[in-house]
Nanobody, 114 residues
Framework: VQLVESGGGLVQPGGSLRLSCAASGFTFSRYTMRWYRQAPGKERELVATISSTGGIRNYADSMKGRNTISRDNAKNTVYLQMNSLKPEDTAVYFC????????WGKGTLVTVSS
């Protein structure tokens, strides 16, 4: 299993970013995918979840209304569109899949700062 996140960077408050996670090594279309984040000095927290077909999506309260998780099963990729970003959204964002064990990518850093 390999998960490779991309799309992070420095953005001003109120800005937007779209994160991507390219997956390989498993049958992507059969699995729920998740985005987590970990801010400096804090525990990793769940941000969003999308079911295998994309029909069910759930979001953490902290980012509800500002995020959209989506997936393209033909491209084995899951996305996280983040809008109205705040400084407290600064974190490393990780892609996750669970197949008996948790698999993680290396993460992509999002920094929200003026």
């Amino acid at each position: 299993v390999q998960l490779v996140e991309s799309g992070g960077g420095l953005v001003q408050p109120g800005g937007s970013l779209r994160l991507s996670c390219a997956a390989s090594g498993f049958t992507f279309s059969r699995y729920t995918m998740r985005w987590y984040r970990q801010a400096p000095g804090k525990e990793r927290e769940l941000v969003a979840t999308i079911s295998s077909t994309g029909g069910i999506r759930n979001y953490a309260d902290s980012m509800k209304g500002r995020n959209t998780i989506s997936r393209d099963n033909a491209k084995n990729t899951v996305y996280l569109q983040m809008n109205s970003l705040k400084p407290e959204d600064t974190a490393v964002y990780f892609c996750n899949v669970r197949n008996g064990v948790d698999y993680w990518g290396k993460g992509t850093l999002v920094t929200v700062s003026s």
